[in-house]
């Protein structure tokens, strides 16, 4: 029954709790559009039906956390030594392509945010036919050590957690 009414509890709640921590002093008004937001928006939800996303292998995401975690901070090391001017050779930047085996939409998502928010890469586009993604970076030396970078470390471990 309250599946019905509520077919995503935990995310009403979210948005009542957000609703009201948003909006300052608790008022009567406050109250009953927070219940109003709460009811509606999971409705919506359920007409939207994301799929399961089949996480799997918790040893592969604590590895993949960590090898983020360690690239992101090298990563800003290195993006501030290039701008500011310790890095005495000579920065190119450019475009390479990386061809993917990984297909699962929420394995690129993840992927896509990992470079994204990795300084010095940019995700520019994916190609779903060649499964090719374009990539930008900030200091590209040697292509093809970006693109086993990206293969080895990153999609080896997302084929692994996303089937």
Known sequence: ?????LPHPLLAAGLFATWLLLNGPLSAGDMVVAFLVALI??????????DRSGVRSPGA?????????????RSNYAVAA?????????????????????????GLA???IILTSTPGTLWVQYDRATGSLLLHVLDLI?????IDLIKGRYERLLLEIFP
């Open 61 to 73: 995401i604590l590895r993949l956390a960590s090898y983020v975690a360690v690239d992101v901070v």
């Open 110 to 112: 993840v992927l896509a």
């Open 1 to 5: 029954m309250i599946r019905a009414v």
């Open 142 to 146: 040697e292509e093809g050590e970006w």
């Open 82 to 106: 290039i701008i500011m001017g310790r890095r005495r050779h000579i920065r190119r930047s450019g475009f390479i392509h990386v061809p993917l085996d990984l297909r699962n939409r929420y």
């Open 41 to 50: 928006i999971p409705q919506v939800m359920r007409q939207l039906e994301p």
